[in-house]
C-alpha cells in the first residue's frame, strides 16, 4: 500500500487528483488481467454510462446490452490505455460509438417510461424531485434530435464535459461540437418554451 503512496510522481498527486490517480490504478490492474479492478471500474461506471446511453439508443433493452459492450472493450483492451485522455473520456468515446452502432441497427425510437423516475444520484428527495423533473422535461424535448445531438447535449446538461472533452469522445472537431449544441439548444429552446428556455 506503502509503495503506491509515494510513486515517481511524489506523494501529492492522490492528494490532488485522487479520481484520476484510481482510475489510472484500476485501469492499470486491469491492463495486468485483475478481475476485482474491473468489477471496481464496472461499478464507478456504471450508472454515468446508463444514464448517457439511455439518451442515445432509447432502447431501455438494449442500454444495458451497450453498457456491457463497452466495459467488455474495456476488459480485452485495458493494456493498451495508455493515458493520452482521461480514462472516463477513452470509455465514453467507446460507449459512443457501440450506441451509435447500436442505434443503426435499431433505428426505430423506443420511448423509456422509466426515465423521469429512475433515481440519479445521492441527492435529497427534493434534490432529487427536482431534478428528476428537470431532466424529465429535457428528455421529452431532446427525444426528437438526432443521436449526435443528443450526445452533445447529454455530455453538457448531464455529465459537465466542456467542448473539448467532449469533442474527444465523439471523434469530432470542436467546432462540430459546437455547431450541434448550437442547434440543439435552438431546438430545445422552442419545444421548452416557458418550462426551462432560461436554463439551456
Not at 506503502?2 to 482510475?23: K, L
Not at 446508463?50 to 438494449?62: E, I, K, M
Not at 425510437?109 to 424529465?136: C, F, L, N, Q, W
Not at 443521436?147 to 472537431?173: N, S, W
Request: hydrophobic share 40%; glycine share 8%.
Amino acid at each position: 500500500m506503502g509503495a503506491e503512496r509515494t510513486d515517481s510522481r511524489g506523494p501529492s498527486v492522490a492528494r490532488e487528483q485522487p479520481d484520476a490517480r484510481s482510475d489510472l490504478r484500476l485501469i492499470a490492474l486491469v491492463g495486468e488481467g485483475d478481475g476485482e479492478a474491473f468489477h471496481e471500474l464496472y461499478r464507478k461506471y456504471q450508472s454515468r454510462l446508463a444514464r448517457f446511453l439511455s439518451n442515445l439508443v432509447r432502447h431501455p433493452h438494449l442500454v444495458e446490452e451497450v453498457l456491457d459492450d463497452t466495459m467488455m472493450v474495456v476488459w480485452e483492451r485495458g493494456g493498451s490505455f495508455k493515458g493520452e485522455s482521461k480514462l472516463s473520456t477513452w470509455i465514453f468515446a467507446i460507449a459512443y460509438r457501440k450506441a451509435m452502432r447500436a442505434a443503426l441497427r435499431h433505428d426505430e425510437p423506443v420511448e423509456d417510461k422509466e426515465a423521469e423516475v429512475r433515481a440519479s444520484g445521492e441527492a435529497s428527495p427534493e434534490d432529487e424531485y427536482g431534478s428528476s423533473k428537470v431532466h424529465g422535461l429535457l428528455r421529452e424535448a431532446m427525444a426528437e434530435l438526432s443521436p449526435e445531438h443528443r450526445a452533445v447535449v447529454d455530455l453538457t446538461y448531464f455529465h459537465e464535459l466542456g467542448y473539448r472533452e467532449i469533442a474527444e469522445i465523439l471523434g469530432c472537431p470542436v467546432d462540430t461540437v459546437k455547431t450541434r449544441m448550437f442547434y440543439a439548444r435552438r431546438h430545445l429552446r422552442r419545444c421548452l418554451a416557458g418550462d426551462l428556455s432560461d436554463w439551456i
